[in-house]
């Protein structure tokens, strides 16, 4: 009688015991909604919509141009924020990080490549390695190291990390097309550099220069998986790839193909003459567009 009294406290100490870690584990698993209600349109399933196939006996006429996309801008910003990812965003230079450094076995894997020793190579000619980039996301620093008593005893070299905060500007390369099959024009980019804005020991900015190129025709498959925050309705966000394709961003013309191959700071002295000439410029392709199919 003894012996089964102890034996059902004890079945009944291990029931007890099995349930209580249940209960812990279902409420730790639980799953909480964050939000009103569950999003299903949302989901980007990472679908690109191809580019219709262009002859070359069908392009009328084409130009190049090489703009800059400011992220101080208002309409920028979504390429800007969040500077740390958040839950369900991440800034596009945090997508190009992750996709550069994780991405190698995608179907169609981003491609960087070198600027060149004076950073004007654009052209696609060196293609860089996942260590290459890491060590361009990654740079070494050295820091001279003081004793208690405010003297100089050395450099030191640390890792630094180059965050999405650095990168306010991102400059494309794209071509202007007018197609006499379709009777339209379009913009197709064909690269773009992450600006990286260096700065001296005051914090003051001394330029950008680009980290590398990327090759964008790859980058679409990446960008079209990344949900992007939408100024108007928080309930129809847009992928990367969206704002890209639909020209959701503001810009400014740098440079044009030309017979010299210079930039149009080179020969306005930047500034304010820049920015005309740039606008200068874009009415000029309006007008030719205008021309073209008129009748």
Not at 42 to 65: C, F, H, Q, S
Not at 236 to 262: A, C, G, P, T, W
Request: aromatic share 14%; charged share 30%.
């Amino acid at each position: 009688m003894n012996n089964f009294f102890k034996f059902t406290l004890l079945t009944i100490s291990i029931v007890s015991f099995s349930f209580e870690n249940n209960s812990q584990t279902v409420l730790q698993g639980a799953y909480v909604r964050d939000g009103a209600y569950e999003k299903q349109d949302n989901k980007l399933g990472g679908k690109v919509i191809e580019w219709p196939y262009l002859r070359e006996a069908d392009v009328m006429y084409v130009t190049r141009v090489w703009q800059v996309i400011d992220l101080k801008q208002k309409i920028n910003q979504p390429f800007y924020y969040p500077v740390e990812p958040i839950r369900d965003r991440k800034s596009l230079f945090d997508v190009i990080r992750d996709g550069l450094l994780e991405g190698a076995s995608d179907e169609k894997p981003l491609m960087a490549f070198d600027p060149g020793p004076t950073n004007v190579d654009d052209a696609f000619n060196v293609l860089l390695s996942t260590e290459q980039i890491y060590e361009i996301l990654n740079p070494k620093d050295s820091v001279m190291q003081k004793d208690k008593f405010g003297e100089d005893i050395g450099w030191k070299v640390t890792n630094g990390r180059i965050g999405s905060d650095q990168i306010t500007q991102y400059l494309v390369k794209e071509d202007w097309i007018w197609d006499r099959n379709r009777s339209e024009r379009y913009v197709r980019i064909i690269g773009i550099a992450p600006l990286f804005e260096g700065r001296d020991e005051n914090d003051v900015s001394i330029g950008t220069k680009p980290l590398f190129w990327l090759y964008y025709p790859n980058c679409r498959y990446v960008f079209a998986r990344e949900e992007a925050f939408n100024l108007l309705n928080d309930a129809q966000r847009r992928s990367y790839d969206d704002l890209f394709e639909m020209r959701y961003f503001s810009s400014y013309i740098v440079k044009e193909s030309n017979v010299h191959n210079r930039n149009i700071n080179s020969y306005t002295g930047g500034g304010m003459d820049a920015l005309a000439e740039s606008e200068r410029i874009k009415e000029e392709l309006f007008i030719l567009e205008h021309d073209l199919w008129h009748y």
